[in-house]
Each structure stands twice: as structure tokens, then as C-alpha cells.
């Protein structure tokens, strides 16, 4: 993490897992976790899942619009992962995991090794803390999609969590989910068996398909 101390006040390139790219302002970096701020648009980037940066030469030295807080609160001295979900939740944001989508909604709890996260497209969802690419906060008095509060449950699940994502899936078993947003058709289907780091899943056609746990990124129910 020292090496990269001397990249923050610059702008630069972040390569991140799964052939993503982001570009803006390095304006701080704590033990796990740096901040990105492009225009209005603050990136809080996981640094296990940060490839490479590198300083950004053809990018414009015009000063950027946007305020000198970050939206969320935290102490620079203390920045963490962990600490940034604690903060953000029960706030608007955009959450990067897998595939070619975005998930829009809020953080409802967070626990060892995943977090809980409600969307009002998904619903209720299980997100791998060790698979989320960068979070993005809303600005003020925006709202996902619009909607009103109504629409947006400030207790949208009523079930007991478990302390890990495999424990969580566990609790799964006997329901039909789908896995990574259901960008592969073999991680929609019936939840068997999550047992010894792998998951047993019925898909449509009646084939079994044994997923490692490690590798999956989210989880939510049909």
C-alpha cells in the first residue's frame, strides 16, 4: 500500500479485476481500500481487486467540479473497506460485482465476509465483500430509479444472517436462486446442497452442477 502513497493528489489509470477500467483523481488510500474521484462521481475502489495503476499523462490539468468532502464520512487516518461499508449503509449507492451490469440500491447489514444489499430491481441480495470491484455513493436527494420512499423498505428482509457467505448460502438450500446475477445459465436453479466450500445446484434441464463458493459473487432468491 506505501507504494502507491505517492499517486494520491494525481490522476490516474486503475486496471481492476475482470478487464475493468477507471479513470480520476487518487485523493486517498487506507489499508485496503483507495478512493477514485472522476467529475462528480467518487469511486471506492477494494484494493484486492485492484490489477494495476499507473499515472495518467494524457489526462486534462483543468480542476475538477466537485466538492472537497467525499460523500461518505469517514477518518482519512482510519480508511478501510470495512469501515467505508459500515458507513455507507442505509445510503443510495452503485455497486460494481460481475458482469455487465451495475446494481443500484443500499446496504443493509454488513457481515464477515459479505454484505447484505437491497435492490429494487434484485430485492434482497448476499454480495461476496471479496468480489465488489467499487462502490459509488449517490449524490444528495437522488434516488435509484427515481422512486419514492415508499418504494424503498428501510427493512426490506426479516431473516436471521450468518456470520459467512457459505453459512448464508447454506440457509438457501431447498430454494431456487440465482448466482452472479444470472450472467450463466448454470448458476440459475434449485440450491441442493453448500457444503465444504462448493454448492450443488439443479439447473432447468434436471443436471446437477457442483459451483465453488470462491468463486461466486452474489446470491438472491427467486
Given at each position: 500500500?506505501r507504494?502507491?502513497?505517492?499517486?494520491?493528489?494525481?490522476?490516474?489509470?486503475?486496471?481492476?479485476?475482470?478487464?475493468?477500467?477507471?479513470k480520476?483523481?487518487l485523493?486517498?488510500l487506507?489499508?485496503?481500500i483507495?478512493?477514485v474521484?472522476?467529475?462528480?462521481?467518487?469511486?471506492y475502489?477494494?484494493l484486492?481487486?485492484?490489477?494495476n495503476?499507473?499515472?495518467?499523462?494524457?489526462?486534462?490539468t483543468?480542476?475538477e467540479n466537485?466538492?472537497?468532502?467525499?460523500?461518505?464520512?469517514?477518518q482519512?487516518d482510519s480508511?478501510?473497506?470495512?469501515?467505508?461499508?459500515?458507513a455507507?449503509?442505509?445510503?443510495?449507492?452503485?455497486?460494481?460485482?460481475?458482469g455487465?451490469k451495475t446494481?443500484?440500491?443500499y446496504l443493509t447489514s454488513?457481515m464477515?465476509?459479505y454484505?447484505?444489499?437491497?435492490?429494487?430491481v434484485y430485492?434482497?441480495m448476499?454480495?461476496s465483500?471479496?468480489h465488489?470491484?467499487?462502490?459509488i455513493p449517490?449524490?444528495?436527494n437522488?434516488?435509484?430509479?427515481?422512486?419514492?420512499?415508499?418504494?424503498?423498505p428501510?427493512?426490506?428482509?426479516?431473516?436471521t444472517?450468518?456470520?459467512t457467505?457459505?453459512?448464508q448460502?447454506?440457509?438457501l438450500?431447498?430454494?431456487?436462486?440465482?448466482f452472479?446475477?444470472?450472467?450463466?445459465?448454470?448458476?440459475?436453479?434449485?440450491?441442493?446442497?453448500?457444503?465444504?466450500?462448493?454448492?450443488?445446484?439443479?439447473n432447468a434441464?434436471g443436471?446437477k452442477v457442483?459451483?465453488?463458493?470462491?468463486?461466486?459473487?452474489?446470491?438472491y432468491t427467486t
Open positions: 500500500m507504494v502507491l502513497q505517492q499517486f494520491v493528489g494525481q490522476q490516474v489509470i486503475v486496471d481492476i479485476s475482470g478487464n475493468n477500467i477507471c480520476g483523481k485523493i486517498d487506507g489499508l485496503d483507495m478512493v474521484v472522476n467529475e462528480q462521481q467518487f469511486y475502489i477494494p484486492v481487486n485492484v490489477q495503476v499507473k499515472l495518467n499523462s494524457e489526462s486534462s483543468e480542476p466537485r466538492s472537497d468532502e467525499t460523500p461518505i464520512d469517514y482519512a480508511l478501510s473497506f470495512r469501515k467505508i461499508l459500515n455507507a449503509k442505509g445510503q443510495f449507492v452503485e455497486i460494481y460485482v460481475t455487465n446494481i443500484h440500491g454488513i464477515n465476509d454484505f447484505v444489499f437491497y435492490s429494487p430485492k434482497a448476499f454480495v465483500m471479496n465488489l470491484k467499487w462502490l449517490y449524490r444528495s437522488h434516488t435509484p430509479y427515481s422512486l419514492n420512499n415508499q418504494s424503498l428501510l427493512s426490506p428482509i426479516n431473516i444472517l450468518s456470520r457467505f457459505e453459512e448460502c447454506k440457509k438450500e431447498g430454494k431456487l436462486v440465482v452472479d446475477l444470472g450472467d450463466n445459465t448454470k448458476k440459475i436453479g434449485f440450491l441442493q446442497k453448500a457444503d465444504s466450500d462448493f454448492i450443488e445446484l439443479i434441464n443436471d457442483f459451483w465453488n463458493l470462491q468463486h461466486l459473487k452474489t446470491v
